[in-house]
């Protein structure tokens, strides 16, 4: 085995490609004279308003204030074992066999209506293959993908599109990300009320200059 991905250099260097360079070179910075040579790794010069440093009220102890390194680093460090490891690769992919199968989990209308459930049927299946807004996956390829980006990230945000069809968009978690100018109770792409409850998500394209606003009901987040 590589011993060198465990170094955290290797992660930040994968974290570039998920955030801008400005903000990772500002959550990073080699330890300079502060631990002892053989334990020297990265810290954080600042701290971001990132979801990882939000206040969480259900629990009583924050992983992140233990932890060297925000987030990010951690999901760019999990992505790259998935790609290089094949201890990771099989653990996913025993998951994705076992969990959801090959063709996904089916779901089976099953009233006392049967004319209901003919109808069911059938509308399920026109919206189980063309679903996606994004691709031409079904549903069944879309649920393999939902479980190996919250298995991999940590988080899966999927989007209820305001369609006829009422078709879905999967977001990965460097997508969810606030606009330079938002209020203060938006962390991370994430806007909260005074109750700390999610009340829209901010969505960036792959440029990273465009951003839209969708309401918390539209917005289906699946964490850890």
């Not at 629990?59 to 932890?67: K, M, Q, S, T, Y």
């Not at 099989?90 to 779901?107: K, N, P, Q, S, T």
């Not at 049927?121 to 031409?136: A, F, G, I, P, T």
């Not at 100018?181 to 994430?190: A, E, K, M």
Request: proline residues 6%.
């Amino acid at each position: 085995m590589d011993w060198n991905v465990l170094k955290p250099k290797n992660w930040i260097s994968a974290a570039k490609n998920l955030l801008p360079t400005r903000t990772v070179e500002k959550l990073y910075t080699p330890a300079q004279n502060i631990l002892p040579p053989n334990r020297r790794s990265v810290i954080r010069t600042e701290r971001e308003i990132l979801r990882d440093f939000g206040w969480r009220p259900l629990l009583n102890a924050r992983f992140d204030e233990f932890a060297p390194m925000p987030r990010m680093a951690y999901v760019a460090a999990s992505r790259y074992f998935a790609f290089t490891n094949p201890v990771y690769v099989r653990l996913l992919d025993l998951a994705e066999m076992f969990v959801i199968g090959i063709d996904g989990l089916y779901m089976v209308p099953s009233a006392k209506n049967e004319r209901f459930n003919n109808l069911a049927r059938k509308r399920l299946k026109s919206w189980w293959n063309n679903c996606d807004v994004s691709s031409d996956k079904d549903f069944g390829e879309l649920q393999g993908t939902i479980l190996n980006l919250w298995l991999k990230d940590g988080e899966c945000f999927i989007i209820l599109e305001n369609d006829p069809q009422r078709r879905i968009r999967i977001c990965e978690t460097q997508e969810i990300a606030s606009p330079t100018s938002t209020n203060v109770n938006t962390l991370d792409g994430i806007e909260y009320d005074s109750n700390l409850r999610p009340v829209a998500y901010w969505v960036r394209d792959a440029l990273g200059e465009n951003y839209r606003k969708y309401l918390a009901e539209q917005v289906i987040h699946i964490y850890t």
